[in-house]
């Protein structure tokens, strides 16, 4: 199916230029050309194959912003990419803000135009899916529940938010609608991790946690190009305040009645919302490294979740992250410790890949064998990944698995 592009610009020459410009792409079809705001939303109304305005700043009456805002309203699952004459920060941010899916100059080079327009486009088919059965609480998933893994830190910095960063892209890419959703409400970080600029975030939802329709979670979802769908923490922390538990539960059970896999992210600092995610998990997984004062911190945590009556120890699980075979600490002994049996699969120390990732802005590419195969294996162990049988070798005899790195 080619890309349905509309253009909104006064400008001939910019017109044709555009035009001319698309014309080269594959699969990408400009299906007019309004010179005015009013024609632009006559379109955007009428014409239900539509993927992306490209709308230049300077269109009239209705100034460019304010007229990405009634698109917005209007047709949430369009994509608008804005022609400015100038790209800074504040213009991205102002764009952003007003629901534009991204920025490009008036004069963009072919390869620019191409890829903002890919990206743009995915994400409006996605997100005509999402909104294609009409209110989010209805059963979109066939009468099924979504399962809900929620990851919490023993304390700061054992990996919680990467392992859930990397559950949520290993899960799309096998397929699966996904979710990943950042409880971590006060220092949230997956927005860092997966290189995103957003400004909705889950405290977005609070007021109409009630009623959640579609054209709602278009607005505060971002749908990263890997695949996963993404709920932001908020950008300032004393928001965490505003997300109570009977929210957070609400908004929980709409991703859940929408998606297959929810990966949440709990951070390690509990507030109401993380608190609530960790009680109506499917999964709640602690992750550990193997010190002392973290295993005493998770044992602790554990404890302090029976005392609140959101779940007891038994039904808690403990990943080992940063395991080596030369560390003191080994999972026998950590089990010991905690009164809890770690997961079968535990995470190795991967400093640099992860690092080099991240720094790239590149969380799907990590170059390390032994990080990637963890992932897997604990994806499949979680249940948000199907497990992978293994092969038998010619002589009939089943291959043992390989062991847990």
Not at 152 to 173: C, M, W
Not at 179 to 194: E, F, H, S
Not at 257 to 276: H, K, L, P, Q, W
């Amino acid at each position: 199916m080619s890309i349905q592009v509309l253009i909104g610009t006064s400008d001939p020459e910019l017109a044709a230029g555009l035009r001319t410009k698309i014309a080269e792409l594959a699969d990408t079809q400009v299906i007019g050309v309004e010179n005015n705001s009013g024609n632009v939303l006559g379109i955007v109304g009428s014409h239900q194959e539509l993927d992306i305005v490209l709308l230049d700043e300077g269109i009239g009456p209705q100034l460019g912003h304010d007229l990405i805002r009634e698109i917005a309203l209007r047709s949430p699952h369009v994509a608008v990419v804005l022609l400015s004459e100038q790209l800074d920060e504040e213009v991205l941010s102002r764009a952003l803000e007003t629901g534009a899916r991204g920025v490009l100059g008036r004069n963009p080079t072919l390869e620019e135009l191409s890829s903002r327009l890919d990206v743009v486009a995915e994400w409006s088919q996605r997100m005509r899916q999402l909104l294609g059965t009409g209110r989010a609480e209805g059963p979109e998933l066939g009468g099924r529940r979504g399962r809900i893994v929620a990851l919490a830190g023993a304390k700061g910095g054992t990996g919680a938010t990467t392992i859930a960063v990397q559950l949520a892209l290993a899960a799309s890419r096998a397929g699966r609608s996904v979710c990943l959703v950042d409880m971590d409400l006060q220092t949230g970080d997956v927005a860092t991790y997966l290189d995103m600029v957003h400004r909705r975030s889950v405290a977005d939802l609070v007021s109409v946690a009630n009623e959640i329709t579609g054209a709602v979670l278009a607005d505060v979802l971002f749908i990263h190009e890997a695949g996963p769908h993404v709920l932001l923490a908020p950008q300032d922390g004393e928001r965490a305040e505003d997300v109570s538990s009977s929210a957070a539960r609400q908004i929980l059970a709409v991703l859940r009645s929408r998606y297959e896999v929810i990966i949440v992210d709990c951070g390690a600092f509990m507030t109401e919302g993380s608190v609530t995610a960790i009680e109506v998990a499917d999964r709640a997984v602690i992750a550990v490294t193997p010190d002392l004062p973290c295993l005493r911190a998770a044992k602790r945590l554990s404890h302090l979740w029976k005392r609140l009556d959101v779940r007891k120890p038994e039904d808690v699980s403990i990943v080992l992250t940063r395991q080596s075979r030369k560390d003191e600490i080994q999972p026998d002994f950590a089990a010991r410790i905690l009164g809890m049996t770690p997961l079968k699969t535990a995470v190795p120390p991967a400093f640099r890949a992860l690092e080099k990732a991240i720094n790239n802005g590149a969380p799907v590419r990590i170059d390390h064998d032994g990080f990637r195969n963890a992932m897997r294996q604990l994806g499949e162990e979680l249940g948000v990944l199907p497990v992978i049988a293994a092969a038998e070798p010619r002589g009939g005899a089943r291959r043992p698995k390989a062991e847990a790195i």
